[in-house]
C-alpha cells in the first residue's frame, strides 16, 4: 500500500499503520506521514542488525579505502540491505550511502546513510560499530535513527514522535537521559590524522577527567552520553555520513550541541569544533578546552 510524504511516494509496510488523513491541516498530515515512515524505518534497522549479526562474522578481514579508511564485510552487507529495503519503503526517494550512492545527491529530499559508524574496529574485530541514517527535506533533518549492533539498540525520533529506544526482544522505550553521569568525556575525530589542536585537546582532557575514550564510533558514543557514561562529546572536524543523524538526534535528545568554531567543513556545513552535552555540562567543558 501506498501513501505519499511530501510528494514522494511512500510505501507503508504494516496493514495496521493509519493512513495520514487527507482532510487534516498539512502539517499535521506531514507528522503523522514521517511517525509511520519511523516505526517502518525502525523495524528494519532492527531487522538488519539482527541479520548482520548473525551472518557476517566480526573479523578482521578489512579493505582499505583511503588512508586510516576500511570497508569491511560488515560495510558492504549492510549498504546492499539497508539501500534495498530503503528502495522498497520509499521508492521515489534516493539514498545517499558513505558506501556508494545512487547520484541523486542534488535532490531535496533524499536519505542519508552510513552502513557501517565504526569500520576502523570492525576491521580489528572491535564490537564498537552502528549504523547512522536520517531523511533530509529540503536541507532539513525530519528523522532519524541509530543503531548499535554489539549490544543490539535502536534510537529513533522524527518531527511529532520523541525518541524512543528499543533492544533485542523488547517494544521501544522512551529514551531519557540517565541522572548519572561519570567524570569522563568522549573525544571524536573526523580528521584521517590528527592536528596539532587535537593533540592539545586530548592533553587537556586527559588531565582534567577522570578517562577520555576515543571509541571512533560516534553512534556508540551518543549511546554512552545517553546512559550517563560520559559527560561530553568533544567533536572535531566531522565530516562522516554519520553527522547529521548524530547531531539531529542529540538535539532530539535534549542535549545542548554547541559550536566552538565558525569554520564549517563540508559536505554537512557542520562547526568543526563542537560539544554536545546537558546544558549543565557544555560551558565548563568549554572553559576546560579553551573554546
Known sequence: ????????????????????????????????????????????????????????????????????????????????????????????????????????????????????????????????AGIAVCLLYEGRVILSVLATLWPSRVLAACDGMAPSVTEAGSSGIPALMSEQRLDRVSLLRGSSRPTSEFLRVQTVLTTEFDRVYQTRCPVVDLFLLLDGGCRALVCMDLTGYETLPLLDMASRLGFAVHSASTTKNEPWNVPDRLVVARSADVEPVVETLGW
Not at 55 to 64: D, I, K, Q
Not at 68 to 78: G, I, N, P, Q, S
Open 1 to 128: 500500500m501506498c501513501s505519499t510524504l511530501w510528494g514522494m511516494p511512500y510505501r507503508v509496510g504494516e496493514p495496521s499503520m493509519t493512513e495520514r488523513p487527507s482532510d487534516a491541516p498539512p502539517q499535521t498530515r506531514a507528522a503523522v506521514s514521517a511517525t509511520q515512515l519511523l516505526s517502518d524505518v525502525t523495524v528494519l534497522l532492527n531487522e538488519t542488525v539482527s541479520h548482520l549479526t548473525r551472518v557476517v562474522p566480526l573479523s578482521s578481514a578489512g579493505n582499505p579505502k583511503g588512508d586510516e579508511d576500511f570497508v569491511t564485510d560488515l560495510d558492504r552487507h549492510a549498504h546492499q540491505e539497508i539501500c534495498t529495503a530503503l528502495g522498497k519503503l520509499t521508492p521515489g526517494i534516493p539514498v545517499d550511502s558513505e558506501e556508494g550512492t545512487d547520484g541523486h545527491l542534488s535532490e531535496p529530499t533524499r536519505w542519508v546513510l552510513d552502513p557501517i559508524d565504526g569500520s576502523q574496529n570492525v576491521a580489528v574485530g572491535l564490537p564498537l
